[in-house]
Structures are given as C-alpha cells and as structure tokens.
C-alpha cells in the first residue's frame, strides 16, 4: 500500500489502518521525543498526542514527502512546542520540583557510574542549539540516515551532516572537559 492510499484510508477512518501505521511508527517517535526531552513519562504522552494530531490532520498530508518524514515533522514540531512551555514553567517552578530523566524504578539495573554518564550525556546534549539536538537525536536515537533527516528537518544533507559533526564535537568536548577523556 502506499502513503496516499494508507493516508486516505486513515483520512476515512479506518481503524485499522491507523493501527498499522501507529504499531509500526511509536517506537520510532517514542525514541525521538525520548531523545529530546529524557523522560520516558513525557516521551509516551508526546507520543500519544502526535499520533492524535496525525489522526486529526491526516487530511493535510499530500503525499509531497514519505508519510513517515511528514510524522516526523509533526513529532519534531510538537515535541519542540513542548520543551518551549517547560523551559518557561522550570523558569517559574522551583528546581526542586522539576522532574526529569529516566524514572528512578527504570535505572534498578544501572550502576551510579552509569546513571551518571546518561544524565551527564542528557545535558550536554540539551545544551545543544535545537537544530544540533534535533539531527543529533534523529541520528543516534532513531537511527535514521542523513538523508531523510534531512528531509525531516526540510534542509540539505550537508547541513545535517555538519549539524551531527559538530554535535558530536560538543558533546566529546564537554565530556572531556567533565572526565578528562571521552564517555564510552
């Protein structure tokens, strides 16, 4: 089947159209929101709200792209709009009442060495200018080649490349700087 013909059966309410294409793409988005925001809580909501905004869009999508690059672009979006509204709620909320990481019962089976290394990469990695951190987590987290990052992101495969490059960069830099040699 193809994306129009997937779109147009999801756009008539098929549900399991719309079954299909969520059990094949969640892990895939859930990994990307996870990247970006580190907390496997806010990752299924995100998740779970994209694929609404997905169900009640799907009219809109016109086949001028994959229709995994157009979820892609939603979950980039939504997921962005989100880290927006909590920087300005941690900029009101007190410190001590923001949440963020893996929840603790999901690092039983991580040594503090470890725990350590994974927040420590979480920070660097929010460090990051947004277009950094969205090339970055496509990259590493969902594994997707520069190619269609590019296309995700709506810009060339040599500005992705240099955005991943200098990622890498920063984040080897900071690590660096924090162990004195680079994080395995």
């Not at 990247?35 to 496997?40: A, D, L, P, Q």
């Not at 994959?66 to 300005?88: C, D, G, M």
């Amino acid at each position: 089947m193809t994306d129009i013909e997937l779109a147009k059966k999801i756009e008539d309410k098929d549900p399991e159209a719309f079954r299909l294409f969520f059990e094949e793409n969640k892990l895939k988005i859930a990994n990307l929101c996870y990247g970006m925001v580190h907390n496997r809580d806010v990752a299924e909501d995100l998740v779970q709200d994209i694929f609404v905004e997905v169900y009640c869009s799907i009219k809109y999508f016109k086949g001028k792209s994959k229709l995994s690059t157009w979820l892609y672009r939603i979950a980039l979006n939504k997921t962005i709009s989100y880290l927006r509204k909590e920087k300005v709620r941690s900029f009101l909320t007190p410190l001590s009442n923001v949440k963020t990481g893996i929840a603790s019962n999901e690092r039983q089976d991580l040594s503090i060495e470890e725990e350590e290394k994974i927040d420590l990469l979480h920070k660097i990695i929010d460090t990051l200018s947004s277009k950094q951190k969205q090339a970055i987590t496509l990259f590493i987290y969902d594994e997707l080649p520069q190619k269609e990052i590019a296309e995700i992101m709506n810009c060339s495969v040599a500005s992705v490349e240099v955005l991943i490059h200098r990622a890498k960069k920063t984040i080897k830099k900071k690590a660096e700087k924090i162990y004195g040699n680079t994080i395995e």
